[in-house]
């Protein structure tokens, strides 16, 4: 039977995993990532698989889950976090260490082809998987297959303007990215923080917005429906240009659940249809997500 790899190679640890063809993990291990060291990254990744390949006697495909994009064009890692990565043939010196051929994504289009193959999503062909974190991540996966795309960035919604700004918007927030206005600077963890900031002078982190709403602070609550109409209003373009099966919702803030019963309820009044049967589900694998999906960038068959 097929052995798959994945790789999650983080800015701080490298996780690899090994599935078997039904998905079982047959093993898993984690380093702390080289700080700022290209080759020993290499390196490292390169000594995973070789450990992991001789505990189990066996050869595998291997997928490999970045935080940035492969650029089309050159080759080389663009817009990654891991500073070391950027501007590095990072798939062809991997190719070279481990003598195969490699499959590589974003961590977003990982989370979702996760999610997809055997976790939320499981079983439905068209998915949208986005990540609420400390950014805003998006990846589309059709029958099982993660969509990369003609500039590697296919669902990189969290850079769009949100949709129909209104008072509450303004002025747009700028973005890492040189834009304003960007869906990320509100949906993201931070920017639910700053957008609570910038209405009451309170510096909060994302939890104490909830926890409080959820103990009848009315200003931290209206934080919260700002959230959910904007986050309604953002997946509801993804439904008119995709029209997913299933949008699964992974990171810290997926974790809310009062996301999964109010944003389908606004997401409505802006979906060009009279019903919408697109379910809005929270992730099962968590953290590891990044990895199995990795693994699942090779499919069966
Ligand atoms: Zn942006």
Request: contains cysteine; proline residues 4%.
């Amino acid at each position: 039977m097929a052995l798959r790899i994945g790789i999650d190679l983080g800015g701080t640890k490298i996780e690899i995993i090994a599935l078997e063809e039904d998905g079982r993990i047959l093993a898993r291990r984690r380093v702390a990532t080289p700080q700022g060291d290209y080759g020993a990254t290499v390196a490292a990744v390169a000594g995973l698989v070789a450990a992991v390949e001789g505990e189990l006697g066996r050869r595998g495909t291997v997928g490999v889950g970045t935080p940035g994009a492969l650029s089309l064009r050159s080759g080389l890692i663009k817009n990654a976090n891991s500073t070391c990565l950027i501007g590095k043939p990072l798939l062809s010196d991997l190719q070279a260490a481990l003598g195969r051929e490699l499959r590589m994504a974003n961590d977003a289009n990982c989370f979702a082809l996760s999610e997809a193959v055997d976790g939320a999503a499981a079983g439905a062909g068209v998915v949208f998987g986005v990540i609420l974190g400390t950014g805003v991540g998006g990846g589309i996966v059709v029958n099982g297959r993660a969509l990369g795309g003609a500039n590697a960035i296919a669902g990189e919604w969290g850079h769009n303007p949100l949709p129909l700004p209104d008072d509450d918007d303004v002025p747009l927030p700028a973005c890492y990215c040189g834009r304003a206005g960007c869906i990320e600077t509100y949906l993201s963890g931070p920017g639910m923080a700053a957008d609570h900031a910038r209405r009451n002078g309170a510096a909060l982190t994302p939890e104490a917005i909830v926890s409080r709403a959820a103990a009848g602070d009315a200003a931290c609550e209206t934080t919260l429906q700002r959230y959910e109409a904007r986050l309604a209003r953002a997946l509801a373009g993804v439904i008119n240009l995709l029209d997913p099966d299933v949008i699964v919702l992974g990171g810290g803030l997926s974790n809310l659940a009062r996301l999964y019963v109010q944003v389908p309820q606004r997401w409505c009044t802006h979906v060009f249809s009279d019903q919408v049967d697109t379910r809005l589900v929270r992730a099962i694998h968590g953290d590891s997500s990044g990895v199995r999906g990795a693994a699942w960038l090779w499919p069966a068959g």
